[in-house]
């Protein structure tokens, strides 16, 4: 057997950068709407989407929080605008990349987004299917 097809100039890039248009709302100085840059995330950051998700309760009991794994993944497929940004946050009065998305996008906008993430990531089964495979 040959490890031809694995190696690396072999291989297209998982990680390309994908544009996409979130909002009609941010435009540049010439009014054209401007993309959003998304990559789908490496699986470090994929498996931390879920763990991050995951609380305990008093009890030890676990418990998965859709909400915030819907968050992580968006937090870390958006390449830019840079959630991370100091400037960025300020100009919204926010210190998280999780805020910034409360206020930076309504919630259509938001679905939308996480719609594409999940896309391409590949993760755009149903919900149900994916919550069996991160308990498991």
Same mark, same amino acid.
């Given at each position: !057997?040959?490890?031809?097809?694995?190696?690396?100039?072999?291989?297209?890039?998982?990680?390309?950068? @994908?544009?996409?248009? @979130?909002?009609?709302?941010?435009?540049?100085?010439?009014?054209?709407? #401007?993309?959003? $840059?998304?990559?789908?995330? *490496?699986?470090?950051?994929?498996?931390l989407s879920s763990d991050n998700? !995951? /609380?305990?309760?008093?009890?030890?009991?676990?418990?998965?929080? #859709?909400?915030? +794994?819907y968050k992580n993944i968006v937090v *870390? =497929? @958006? #390449?830019?605008?840079?959630? +991370?940004?100091? =400037?960025?946050?300020? =100009? +919204?009065?926010? !210190?998280?990349?999780?805020?910034?998305?409360?206020? !930076?996008?309504? =919630?259509?906008?938001?679905?939308?987004?996480?719609?594409? /993430?999940?896309?391409?990531?590949?993760?755009? $089964?149903?919900?149900?299917?994916?919550?069996?495979?991160?308990?498991?």
């Amino acid at each position: !057997m040959s490890l031809t097809a694995f190696l690396k100039e072999n291989v297209p890039n998982p990680f390309d950068e @994908v544009d996409f248009v @979130v909002s009609e709302r941010f435009r540049d100085e010439n009014g054209v709407p #401007v993309a959003w $840059k998304l990559r789908a995330m *490496n699986p470090e950051k994929s498996l931390l989407s879920s763990d991050n998700a !995951m /609380c305990i309760d008093r009890k030890g009991n676990a418990d998965f929080k #859709v909400s915030a +794994y819907y968050k992580n993944i968006v937090v *870390n =497929s @958006v #390449v830019f605008p840079n959630l +991370y940004d100091k =400037s960025l946050q300020d =100009s +919204y009065n926010v !210190m998280s990349p999780d805020d910034l998305l409360n206020v !930076m996008l309504n =919630s259509r906008e938001f679905n939308r987004l996480l719609k594409k /993430c999940q896309e391409i990531n590949g993760l755009d $089964k149903d919900f149900d299917i994916l919550k069996d495979e991160v308990k498991n």
